[in-house]
Nanobody
Framework: QVQLVESGGGLVQAGGSLRLSCAAS????????MGWFRQAPGKEREFVAA????????IYTDSVKGRFTISRDNAKKTVYLQMNSLKPENTAVYYC????????????????WGQGTQVTVSS
């Protein structure tokens, strides 16, 4: 079992930055690939970024490439999402998730989810 708790969301102006954190508990964190997803009102949950268990490889959805960075610290059992140059369309609840499989953009491949943190970008 892995328990996940996100933090770091908030209200920011367009062009600003936020750093989301996801603290994990459980013995298997260091062997889990991790992902960040988001869900805007009235929309389906969508993939944002993912990272392998070692941190050696990352993948991003096209719309955030060059602006968002996913990273992890296995000693602290924490995964991060640095978000720069934020846009109003990035407004959503952001979720972190863990999978025992490979890092993937597929929502249904993730076994454990956090409760989410709200990110609101004003124009």
């Amino acid at each position: 079992q892995v328990q996940l708790v996100e933090s770091g969301g908030g209200l920011v102006q367009a062009g600003g930055s936020l750093r989301l954190s996801c603290a994990a508990s459980g013995r298997t964190f260091s062997t889990n690939a991790m992902g960040w997803f988001r869900q805007a009102p009235g929309k389906e949950r969508e993939f944002v970024a993912a990272i392998t268990w070692s941190g050696s490889s990352t993948i991003y959805t096209d719309s955030v490439k060059g602006r968002f960075t996913i990273s992890r610290d296995n000693a602290k059992k924490t995964v991060y999402l640095q978000m720069n140059s934020l846009k109003p369309e990035n407004t959503a609840v952001y979720y972190c998730a863990a999978t025992s499989g490979i890092a993937t953009p597929r929502v249904n491949r993730y076994d454990f989810w956090g409760q989410g943190t709200q990110v609101t970008v004003s124009s």
